[in-house]
């Protein structure tokens, strides 16, 4: 039992350290992780949300602080008793979200290593075991040196967790293992290859027919049904490739910028996903700095998923020499840890990111600059005629006198579907049916 408990207690031990450290790395990100728990999809607690970097911050420190504390034999009932009570929640945590699959990411290992639902339950239940025989073999954990240098290693595993949090907390995590860390190319991010694994899923659709609710089921093809569409439930029966950049865009209301802006060799860009919420000093440094960027040459642009009047209304307050344009907020959480914060780009790959508090540090050598480009319009439609799908050109060329019906659907289910299935962003379907 003795050799056991002290496998157990370094194999506890040290996950609790790495795992702590993972997420103290970025407890900004670990807060957005707990605001999806707190969601009403899943513990329905959103009075949390406000405190959730508090907590997130609370959580790392003590798990990485626990860890240490075991493996120094520092206050021992005190420390598995704790770790047994914290493992005991996050077993019922992750069993609840895999369960109910409603959180595909527990975050345990932040982005360092992402677990599904299930793996993240089967490993807090080995770790619940082996903190169980800590608990029944407490009396083999033994203090690894004096009193005295026990305690002062205690009191600087604590000092150093909570400084290295509030350090990340104020500049930007110090190793980033999202999509768009430096070297990172984001449009290459967004790239689906062709010999990708495609999903498998499983559309059940309902319809009223005859006064009764009747499923049909199919592998994503509207059904032809002589009767009232109720709803659909899709079901993913293999997962296919996820591309690592997700949800980004450059967008205004009506026109989609990504690629001109990607293929920029010399852009800024501010990011604030909130410009209602974003520091002031920050935004009065983003002025600073974007000043100096567009005076040496460089394209600045500004990316928020607030909506026009906050974009206008900062533009105004800041006095800001550039455009907001629109992206999704959480992809935007992704993209950089501060709000707002600031990134370089040459072609779509970051060259530097930069908290607001540091953003006088980005380096802005004087580069040639270059004719604004002209922006193409990309209208983002897709065409059919006899429900066979064809490009604008075609669709602009046939013979109206030869045109039966047309149909403009902008929104429901079939766009939903078709999107779904073709892993696009489709905001209308134009359908054309010629005569026989």
Sequence with gaps: MKYLVHICRILVGGLFIFSGLIKLNDPLGFS???????????????????????????????????????LIGYKKKFTVWLLLAMIVFFTFLTFYAAFFEVVKDCGCFGDFLKLKPWESFWKDMILLILILALVLGIKHIKPIFSKFPTTILALLGFIVSFWFGYH??????????????????????????????????????????GGENVEFVTDGSYPTVDGDYVGVETEIIVEGYDPPVKDFSIETDDDDFTDVFLAEEHLVMVVAYSLEKANEEGM?????????????GYTVIGLSASGTEAKQYAK?????????????????????????????????????????????????????????????????????????????????????????????????????????????????????????
Excluded at 61 to 68: K, N, S
Excluded at 184 to 191: P, R
């Design 32 to 70: 957005y992780k707990l605001q999806e728990y707190f969601s009403e999809e899943v513990l329905n607690l959103p009075f949390l949300d406000d405190y959730a970097l508090g907590i997130s911050l609370f959580v790392v420190v003590l798990e990485v602080v626990l860890g240490v504390f075991l």
């Design 168 to 209: 990340v907390l104020m500049h930007l995590p110090t190793w980033d293992f999202r999509a768009y860390a430096v070297g990172k190319n984001i449009a290459e991010g967004m790239v689906v290859p062709e010999d990708a694994p495609k999903a498998i899923q499983e559309f059940t659709w309902t319809f009223n027919v």
């Design 316 to 436: 105004a307050t800041y006095n800001l020499n550039f455009d907001f344009y629109l992206c999704d907020e959480k992809a935007l959480k992704t993209v950089i840890r501060s709000n707002p914060g600031i990134l370089k780009l040459e072609k779509g790959t970051v060259i530097q990111k930069e908290h607001f508090n540091d953003a006088e540090n980005l380096e802005l050598p004087v580069v040639e600059r270059k004719p604004k480009p002209e922006l193409e319009v990309i209208e983002n439609i897709v065409y059919f005629i006899n429900e066979e799908e064809v490009t604008k050109e075609e669709f602009e060329n046939i013979d109206s006198t030869t045109i039966e019906s047309m149909d403009v659907v902008k929104e429901g289910p079939e766009l939903e579907i078709l999107n779904s299935a073709t892993s696009n962003n489709y905001i209308g379907i134009i359908k054309i049916t010629l005569k026989e």
């Design 284 to 296: 009065k440094n983003m002025k600073k700095i974007t000043d100096k960027a567009i005076e040496n």
